[in-house]
């Protein structure tokens, strides 16, 4: 599977952004998509993810700003990121999950800072 993201860039603390990943390939397979993290010096973190039957996992640092959702017809998944903070900057990448797939998609920068 080859995962594509978009949607990063740099936004004003409070702001929002929208992250994309379109998968393409054997999608099929794919049984749940998450969004990981990681910051300069820190290790890669989970952010969120989501299962075919739409069942979705937040880390706490997120709830109630960020929302996975996905379009099964589209093969795409997105992040809706609110009130962004500045410990929010970080490289974003999407990854999928499945039978016989455990693949990375290529990381979209996000910068939050005034």
């Known amino acids: 599977v080859q995962l594509q993201a978009s949607g990063g860039g740099l936004v004003q603390p409070g702001g929002s952004l929208r992250l994309s990943c379109a998968a393409s390939g054997s999608v099929s397979r794919i049984r749940v998509y998450a969004w990981y993290r990681q910051a300069p010096g820190k290790q890669r973190e989970s952010v969120a993810s989501i299962t075919n039957g739409g069942y979705t996992i937040y880390a706490d640092s997120v709830k109630g700003r960020f929302t996975i959702s996905r379009d099964n017809v589209k093969n795409v998944v997105y992040l809706q990121m609110n009130s962004l903070k500045p410990e929010d900057t970080a490289t974003y990448y999407c990854?999928?999950?499945?039978?016989?797939?455990?693949?990375w998609g290529r990381g979209t920068q996000v910068t939050v800072s005034s």
């Open positions: 990854y999928a999950a499945g039978d016989n797939v455990n693949d």
